[in-house]
């Protein structure tokens, strides 16, 4: 039974492994559909001030206070988690403890020094199905959706960062990194394709590739001045199971290949997941200062 005002359309189509119907309806709705989680806190009204940058001020040394525009609460959705390890390094680094660290992590940052509400998908080793991720995300009503993973390739010597939204895929590369973090096969990404192809309409994909331009941008420098040869992999669209059904702009963030040797081993290191949260974090605070 779907609880609305009013529907002025509707799209009803299956996915599978696992088996669930999707219903994608427009129409209006009230400001709140269900009772938020009583442990989601409000947003903070007072953040910690920022420096200013050259050409934009963000604080003064008056007291004045980084405003976070129409952007207040953030999901941050580390990926995999429980009986999914995600890829798997050659020395045995599992992707979905690597992304948590760095999901809390950047949870810590975007709390801190931006003042944002930040709700995680999960905060500990429990596997949470790719569907729900975005639900919650609509749930408490966030305004960033966040999804955070280690790259992997059969090529070993692959290596970079990228940034992905909700598109259908323009590369094949593009096809296999879905199919992997969806979990399924190439033939299943191409089913979903055919479905997003109807749905476009309904994502906020133009936000969503702002978000990602910035973040992706943003990332890469900050890691690229600390650690050489890092690539700039770019900004790139797919069919991801975990943006689809997200009311607001949603990024997936590769942050390094696991698969690759040297990589998996910057990705250990804390100095490194410290460097891809701010970068992160940067990249969020430059695409809300876009909005003003």
Same mark, same amino acid.
């Given at each position: 039974m779907l609880d609305i005002e009013n529907v002025r359309d509707y799209k009803i189509f299956p996915?599978?492994?696992?088996?669930?119907i999707i219903i994608d309806v427009k129409g209006e709705r009230r400001t709140e559909i269900s009772?938020? =989680?009583?442990?989601?806190?409000?947003p903070q009204t007072?953040? #910690?001030?920022?420096k200013a940058s050259a050409g934009k001020e963000r604080g003064t040394a008056t007291g004045s206070r980084f405003k976070p525009a129409k952007i207040r609460r953030?999901?941050? =959705?580390?990926?995999?988690?429980g009986h999914d390890p995600g890829? #798997?390094?050659?020395?045995g680094l599992k992707e979905k403890d690597v992304v948590l660290s760095l999901g809390l992590k950047l949870s810590r940052l975007l709390k801190e020094k931006m003042g944002l509400d930040v709700v995680m998908t999960r905060s500990t080793d429990v596997f949470i199905p790719l569907e729900e991720r975005t639900a919650i995300a609509n749930k408490v009503n966030a305004d960033l959706f966040l999804s955070i993973h280690a790259n992997a390739s059969l090529n070993r010597s692959a290596s970079g960062i990228e940034t992905y939204y909700l598109n259908l895929a323009k590369t094949d590369k593009a096809v296999r990194v879905a199919a992997r973090e969806n979990n399924t096969s190439l033939e299943k990404v191409g089913l979903l394709q055919t479905i997003l192809f109807d749905l476009m309409a309904n994502y906020k994909i133009n936000?969503?590739?702002?978000?990602?331009?910035?973040?992706?941008?943003?990332?890469?420098?900050?890691?690229?001045n600390k650690y050489q040869g890092i690539k700039n992999l770019g900004v790139k669209q797919g069919p991801f199971y975990v943006l689809v059904g997200a009311t607001m702009p949603s990024i997936l963030v590769e942050t390094a290949f696991i698969s690759n040797e040297h990589e998996s081993r910057l990705l250990r290191?804390?100095?490194?997941?410290d460097h891809v949260a701010a970068g992160i974090m940067e990249g969020v605070r430059n695409y809300i200062d876009s909005l003003h």
């Open positions: 996915l599978s492994d696992p088996f669930r009772r938020i =989680d009583e442990s989601i806190q409000a007072d953040s #910690v001030p920022v953030i999901v941050v =959705d580390p990926g995999h988690g890829a #798997v390094g050659a020395d936000d969503s590739a702002r978000l990602a331009d910035e973040v992706q941008k943003a990332l890469h420098g900050r890691i690229s290191e804390d100095a490194y997941q």
